[in-house]
């Protein structure tokens, strides 16, 4: 079948352009548990070990949401790997493939390494769209069914230094028993395809591939994939099925899906990284943390500064702050952790976003700025707010590591709790 103009089969190979990206082995070693928690290190996909729990930028077509590579360098400890959704980027599949250095280099950031996924963890993901021919993947254009051929030349054109295998995701949680074997039945028959396309790709041969965990909320069905992936040669994990992307990832109790998820790890090796994509709030995250994944994305502050809020949440333990953040914010808040700077009593509020917040929309703009700015829906506002939200959630990650070294993270799950009591 041939493909579409943007997608069209790749007639030469290509040639390594960055030495990195086309001999990613990795190596993944757990070199601590604690209390479910563990602590690892990636090795041999670029030039330093990653240390996990890892926390991948979030990216809309290969670039951080409303900044550029200049304004993105003014957000210190930016993440070294970036999720590269497939929607995203189809449409450019020309562009990027005539380039022939991979998407990194072409968004402007040669220096991230590149995870590409299916889906777009912090948009929702619309429902009943996938086939057994391919799976339905959405950008700016809409819907683009993704059969196995089309994402092998796409991956081929991003580069990746790992990427995720075809799968059926598509299971709600009233999702039919039916529905949860058609997508456990399809997702192995994309996988299979997408091990013979790998193998026969001088590309992807040795790039790391990922394979979506799905059966949704049936425990056989998480059960009999997990098996099946369990004979097969792949990387790592991507734990699927559990919800549709978006800011609805909010909502998900990770306590609800822990015996579920223990049902699918039961089955895998332990010595291969487990990723979860999503929006995870901070209680959920490191919920999700105890239950021993490994790898996640930094979508959740992107979809925090889309409805015109600024994170306020207190991840370093310090009682006179916590009580005025909570003075300032308990009224009219979108959620326990933010403050949502469209409301009236902000138009006149001088302070910066969070006190204490060295980034820079903190250091140079003030609330009420950033109020004004949305009021008038100026393109500055959420730029603004993308500044501020990831750099303070990328402080967040780093206090969690801090937290796993020093046998402290109970302690810190405690101070996440306690302000999602008193302002939830």
Same mark, same amino acid.
């Given at each position: 079948m041939a493909l579409p103009y943007r997608l069209r089969s790749i007639t030469k190979p290509f040639e390594p352009a960055l030495e990195h990206l086309n001999r990613c082995t990795m190596r993944f070693t757990v070199q601590q548990v604690r209390n479910g928690c563990r602590l690892g290190s990636l090795t041999d996909l670029g030039p330093q070990p990653l240390a996990t729990p890892l926390w991948m930028m979030y990216t809309l077509q290969g670039s951080a949401p409303y900044l550029t590579s200049d304004v993105l360098s003014k957000i210190s400890d930016t993440p070294s790997v970036m999720i590269v959704p497939n929607g995203h980027v189809s449409e450019h599949y020309d562009a990027i493939q005539k380039y022939n250095k991979g998407i990194a280099a072409f968004a402007s950031l040669p220096e991230k390494l590149v995870f590409a996924s299916m889906q777009d963890p912090g948009v929702a993901t619309p429902t009943g769209f996938n086939t057994n021919k391919g799976v339905a993947v959405w950008g700016r254009p809409g819907k683009t069914e993704m059969t196995v051929e089309m994402h092998t030349r796409l991956t081929e054109a991003l580069r990746p230094c790992v990427y995720q295998a075809m799968f059926d995701g598509d299971t709600p949680k009233d999702a039919s028993n039916k529905r949860m074997k058609k997508s456990v039945d399809r997702s192995i028959q994309f996988l299979d395809l997408? $091990?013979?396309?790998?193998?026969? &790709?001088?590309?992807?041969?040795?790039?790391?591939? /990922?394979?979506?965990? =799905?059966?949704?909320? %049936?425990?056989?069905?998480?059960?009999? /994939?997990?098996?099946? =992936?369990?004979?097969?040669?792949? &990387?790592?994990?991507?734990?699927?099925? /559990? *919800? *549709? %992307?978006? &800011?609805? =990832?909010?909502? $998900?109790?990770? &306590?609800?899906?822990?015996? $579920?998820l223990q049902i699918s790890l039961n089955e895998l090796s332990e010595d291969k990284p487990r990723v979860f994509t999503g929006a995870l709030p901070p209680h959920s995250l490191l919920a999700a943390i105890k239950l021993g994944l490994d790898i996640f994305d930094l979508s959740y502050p992107y979809v925090v500064g889309e409805r015109g809020s600024a994170l306020t949440f207190n991840y370093v333990f310090d009682a006179q702050t916590q009580e005025q953040e909570l003075s300032h914010s308990v009224e009219g808040e979108e959620g326990p952790y933010e403050m949502c700077l469209k409301h009236k009593r902000f138009a006149r509020d001088f302070g910066p976003l969070k006190q204490g917040c060295e980034c820079y929309t903190c250091v140079h703009h003030s609330r009420a700025y950033v109020h004004h700015l949305l009021e008038v829906s100026e393109l500055l506002a959420p730029i603004l707010l993308t500044i501020h939200n990831m750099q303070h959630y990328i402080g967040f990650t780093q206090q969690i590591h801090k937290c796993l070294r020093d046998d402290s993270f109970d302690q810190l799950q405690m101070l996440i709790e306690s302000q999602r009591t008193l302002k939830g």
């Open positions: 997408c $091990l013979e396309e790998k193998k026969k &790709s001088e590309v992807l041969r040795d790039v790391p591939m /990922f394979a979506g965990i =799905v059966g949704g909320y %049936n425990k056989y069905e998480r059960a009999r /994939f997990a098996k099946e =992936v369990s004979k097969r040669d792949v &990387s790592g994990y991507s734990i699927e099925g /559990f *919800h *549709h %992307n978006g &800011s609805k =990832v909010e909502e $998900l109790k990770i &306590s609800e899906i822990s015996d $579920l």
